[in-house]
């Protein structure tokens, strides 16, 4: 968490200022390339027109040629039959049809060369017009990227906006849980601080009671009645290894008592009843409480971890639970140190088992699981009977009331107890 609140937090002007720079350099890319290729356009045109209009004027050239062509070839016939008849004036009509041919000539050979450049502007125009449509494409192609890096900016533009608002969300959890996690560690360390005092006066109060059990046993001892002619002293038998399992006042009292028995068995029957009389509280004890060094019986249960287990009222059966999310109820043999083994499986949770526990009567088991239900199971045909809904976490404890066992008490890690009447259903 440490590590987490020391994360810079982002610089939100900075990105807006990054985002539209982003954009104005996109932008002004696209006009930049767009004047070139309008320039490039500008003069393919210019040149078109140029070529139109040069064609133009070489047709109208050419027609003028060929007016003038049929006129001299008119004229040509018309010298031709005036040759046919006698005159006087031939020679200078002779010279005259010499200077028409050499004019029709120099036209057919102009017209010879007009009509080599008009086909060369034909197919100047024809490549010209076909990179138009090129140009054209290209235009077409240009403006449809331009929609679609458009579309893309408006869709980047979202993008930006939801992930700095999820930004802000974030770091506003963020610091509500830099909060929280402050309040928390000042909590813990308040009950380390409470634990630690307690610890410190149990110790104290552990302190005081040895030293005034020591006192007391010391005591005891001295009150104890010898003989004026007897010499043995009451000895105090060697510590046995079981005495190490007991406790401390347990333990005590037990050497008080092999004490106690010694000096009985060395000295007189007077001397006995005096010490009866006078030790009121030293009693023969035969049943001590030691705390078992192995296992009767080990036996699997669950899948998974078992988290918990109760015996029926009756000393019948043993239910356990475990994070299988199944309750299983085992018969125990007459023996009643091993189970039969094969189990009743209650299953129907949907998460692990928290807790569970027969009714009086050992044919009903009300279970809590970390799915936040608890349940009433029937042992009779092993189904759920009721469904006790009404936590927001997981339930830790579900337990008949001892006094009235139509009503069951839940506990939540919600930190609320819920008390439920079976009888209304």
Request: hydrophobic share 30%; aromatic share 4%; glycine share 4%.
């Amino acid at each position: 968490v440490d590590v987490f609140c020391a994360t810079p937090r982002m610089d939100t002007d900075s990105a807006d200022k990054n985002h539209a720079d982003w954009r104005r350099l996109i932008l002004t890319g696209l006009q930049q390339r767009n004047s070139r290729e309008k320039g490039g356009l500008a003069e393919l045109i210019a040149s078109h027109e140029n070529l139109q209009a040069a064609l133009n004027h070489y047709k109208a050239t050419i027609n003028r040629l060929e007016h003038e062509k049929n006129q001299l070839e008119k004229l040509f016939e018309d010298a031709v039959k005036d040759d046919a008849h006698p005159s006087g004036k031939v020679g200078k009509k002779s010279v005259d049809q010499r200077a028409l041919q050499k004019e029709l000539m120099e036209a057919l050979r102009r017209r010879a060369e007009l009509a080599d450049k008009v086909c060369e502007m034909t197919d100047m125009v024809k490549d010209k017009e076909g990179e138009l449509v090129k140009k054209d494409k290209m235009i077409r192609d240009l403006e449809a990227l331009v929609t679609t890096l458009r579309a893309e900016s408006e869709t980047n533009q979202q993008k930006y906006e939801l992930e700095l608002f999820v930004s802000k969300s974030v770091q506003e959890e963020h610091r509500n849980l830099t909060a929280l996690y402050v309040k928390e560690r000042e909590k813990s360390d308040e009950l380390r601080r409470i634990v630690e005092n307690l610890k410190a006066e149990n110790q104290g109060l552990k302190d005081v009671r040895e030293t005034k059990d020591k006192k007391d046993s010391r005591l005891s001892l001295s009150r104890l009645p010898f003989s004026a002619n007897s010499t043995r002293q009451p000895s105090i038998p060697p510590a046995d290894p079981s005495m190490e399992r007991l406790s401390g006042d347990t333990a005590r009292q037990h050497s008080l008592d092999a004490a106690s028995s010694t000096y009985l068995s060395s000295g007189t029957q007077d001397q006995t009843h005096s010490l009866k009389k006078s030790s009121p509280s030293i009693k023969k004890r035969k049943n001590f409480a030691i705390c078992p060094s192995s296992n009767v019986h080990q036996f699997d249960a669950h899948e998974s971890d078992v988290s918990a287990l109760c015996f029926s009222p009756d000393g019948t059966c043993l239910a356990t639970g475990g994070s299988d999310k199944v309750v299983k109820v085992w018969t125990l043999r007459p023996d009643m140190q091993s189970v039969e083994p094969k189990a009743t499986v209650l299953s129907g949770n949907k998460a692990g088992i928290m807790s569970v526990q027969f009714d009086p009567t050992s044919r009903m088991i009300v279970t809590a699981s970390n799915d936040s239900f608890a349940r009433l199971w029937s042992l009779e045909d092993q189904k759920c009977k009721q469904t006790l809904e009404g936590h927001s976490s997981k339930v830790l404890a579900a337990r008949f009331l001892v006094d009235d066992s139509h009503k069951v008490v839940t506990g939540s890690h919600d930190r609320t107890l819920k008390i439920w009447d079976l009888q209304r259903g």
